[in-house]
Nanobody, 125 residues
Framework: QVQLVESGGGLVQAGDSLRLSCAAS????????MAWFRQVLGKEREFVSG????????RYADSVKGRFTISRDNAKNTMYLQMNNLEPEDTAVYYC??????????????????WGQGIQVTVSS
């Protein structure tokens, strides 16, 4: 049974930093492309960042480029999202997601097979 568990969220002020983690179990982590999505109540889930199996390919939404950095540690079965210079517009529930895409990264939610339960990130102005 695949399980993805997010951690590291919370309430911060604009300009602060947070690091999200996504711990995977029940799956060969190095066989999974991974991604972070976020969702605000009443809006569609949107792609934030993704990383290929080996970490050699990364993608970012335009809104977070230069502020967020995605990474993974296959030895620890964990993916990370370092979020710097946070803005109130980054407030959302953040989800990690996984699929078995052999190459590259996808940016649509329906292209991912497994999801975490989500974690709240709130940025106050």
């Amino acid at each position: 049974q695949v399980q993805l568990v997010e951690s590291g969220g919370g309430l911060v002020q604009a300009g602060d930093s947070l690091r999200l983690s996504c711990a995977a179990s029940g799956v060969t982590f190095s066989s999974c492309a991974m991604a972070w999505f976020r969702q605000v109540l009443g809006k569609e889930r949107e792609f934030v960042s993704g990383i290929s199996r080996t970490g050699g390919i990364t993608r970012y939404a335009d809104s977070v480029k230069g502020r967020f950095t995605i990474s993974r540690d296959n030895a620890k079965n964990t993916m990370y999202l370092q979020m710097n210079n946070l803005e109130p517009e980054d407030t959302a529930v953040y989800y990690c997601a996984a699929n078995f895409l052999p190459v590259g990264v996808r940016d649509l939610a329906h292209q991912y097979d497994f999801w975490g339960q989500g974690i709240q990130v709130t940025v106050s102005s």
